[in-house]
C-alpha cells in the first residue's frame, strides 16, 4: 500500500515520547521511572481526516518542518509515500472519519480502560 495524493496535509505532530527508562528517576508519580521528552512526528491528513504519522521522531521542531515540507513536494508532484514507514493514527477529530468510525474506537478504548 502506498499514500499518495494531492488533497492531504501535512503538519508536525509534536509526542511525548519515553526516551529511556532509569530506575533512579522513579518516584509516586513515575514508578516505572521513565524519562520522557517530546519528539516531532511528520503527520499526514487526507480530506476525511485520516491521519498517518512517520514512525521516525525528530529532536528538532525545525527538522521536522523541513521534512513536512519536502515530503508535501512530494506529494504534490505526485509522488507516493511507502507505508511502510507511517502508521495510522486516530482521525482528526470532529473530521468525517472521525464521525463515521474515530468516535466509536475513542468510546471502545474507553471501556476497555475502565
Known sequence: MSISGKSFTVDVFPQLVTVEINPEMASRSNPGGEVRRERYFACITNEDGDRWVHHHGLESLEACERLC????????????????????????YGSKAYLQYGAQNDMEWERAAG
Open 69 to 92: 515540507d519536502r515530503i508535501k513536494e512530494r506529494l504534490d508532484d505526485g509522488e507516493s509515500l511507502n507505508s511502510e514507514y507511517w502508521r495510522e493514527e486516530r482521525p482528526e
